[in-house]
């Protein structure tokens, strides 16, 4: 029996007994406890007002560089004191760099939320919209655009490739959620079903390139390294909306997704609808990620570093790691894209060949640092 559990019950010349406390009171463990809890819970919320700082930070860097190089004080003034600068100046920040920057960003936040649900209902560290076959699916409906110009009647000619990328995106997600909806599929089959996906599409993607023309060609593999520098407002527009709506949900479903991490069975126990948490689960990621790959292209890595380095930092409390998750892949798509243009200078690389160069090692450096944890 435990110390603080021991009581002395002495009995008085009255014959009533008395109830003496022991050496350790039950209630000095639990203030104990809850006192400990706080701090943990001040120090997450901590970490994420830090990445949100880092963010907007990042954000601002990213607008302030390139080819013509403002400084931080002109990105002020041009945000939000127009008046103060030159017209061509209010030009660059606005029209070109800004939706830019808040495409790197939300872009980020989707794909590294997305991967988190999806890591989390898998069960798989490995699990990412880019390794399951949700960017090869994209790909696939971008090059159908691009090479045959497929794509649903009446679209305009700006529209058909995002459109057709965001429909076979969602169509692949559909055929996962198809797969962990049947009796005999666990989280094992629906990622090797979705490994056999990368494979697929990639096929169909170099058949396509092997028939296509050399303009349609170089406008696929283009399209493919993930570039940053066809963001519109309408495309920053489409994009936010799909955040704003998914965001919440996700939140919504944070306790359950804990009790995933737990295992199927605990959850269950615990009165989590497994089926209905991993069906809406990834309704969510099909739209975060079909949306993001749509606009810029294949980004590599993020949605698989991005939800490890929030779980180094909070813990697997899905209340602050999804959160986290948002903040971190917005963090590192921002210092993506201020690298893109920093690396060459006077060049734009494309930010999924920088996401690729920066997440490999970062990954394996989070795997041999804790690879328990990965």
């Known amino acids: ?10 009995r008085p010349q009255s014959g009533r007994p008395q109830l003496n406390s022991g050496p350790l009171p039950p209630g ?6 809850i006192a400990a809890y706080g701090r943990l819970v001040r120090r997450r919320l901590v970490l994420l007002l830090v990445l949100l700082g880092a963010s907007v ?7 302030s560089t390139g080819p013509s190089a403002l ?18 100046a209010v030009t660059i920040i606005r029209d070109v760099r800004l939706p830019m920057a808040l495409m790197a960003l939300l872009v980020g936040a989707a794909l590294s939320l997305a991967g988190a649900e999806m890591q989390t209902i898998l069960d798989n560290p490995l699990a990412s919209p880019f390794t399951l076959g949700v960017s090869s699916a994209a790909s696939f409906g971008a090059a159908l ?15 058909i490739v ?19 909806r049947g009796r005999a599929a666990g989280t094992q089959g629906i990622i090797l079903f979705g490994i056999a996906l990368v494979f697929t599409f990639n096929a169909a993607v170099a058949l396509l390139q092997f028939v ?16 940053l520098g066809r963001a519109t407002w309408e495309s920053v527009a489409v994009l936010a909306a799909v955040c704003a709506l998914a965001f919440p949900f996700s939140l919504r479903a944070a306790n359950a997704m804990t009790a995933m991490r737990l295992g199927e069975d ?33 980004i590599g890595f993020v949605g698989l570093v991005g939800p490890h380095i929030a779980r180094l930092l909070l813990g697997e409390d899905h209340r602050f790691l999804l959160p986290a998750s948002i903040l971190t892949g917005a963090l590192i798509m921002s210092l993506a894209s201020v690298a893109s243009k920093l690396i060459v200078p006077g060049v734009l690389l494309p930010v999924g060949i920088v996401t690729s160069m920066i997440g490999v090692p970062v990954f394996l450096a989070l795997i041999l640092r804790r690879p328990d944890r990965v």
């Open 1 to 10: 029996m435990p110390e603080f559990a021991r009581v002395s019950i002495p």
């Open 57 to 63: 930070l990042a954000l601002g860097f990213d607008i």
């Open 162 to 180: 995002p459109v057709n990328a965001f429909a076979c995106a969602f169509g692949s997600v559909l055929l996962l959620e198809a797969l962990a």
């Open 28 to 33: 000095s463990q639990r203030d104990r406890t």
């Open 212 to 227: 296509a023309s050399q303009e349609a060609l170089s406008q696929l593999v283009f399209w493919t390294m993930g570039a």
């Open 71 to 88: 400084p931080l004080r002109e990105v002020w003034d041009g945000l939000f004191f127009p008046g103060r600068l030159d017209l061509p």
């Open 266 to 298: 605990r959850a269950r126990s615990f009165g989590v609808d497994v089926r209905r948490l991993r069906f809406f689960s990834l309704l969510r990621i099909s739209a975060l990620a079909g949306t993001s790959v749509a606009f810029v292209g294949t």
């Open 145 to 159: 655009g691009i090479v045959l110009g497929l794509g649903l009647p009446g679209l305009g000619g700006d529209w």
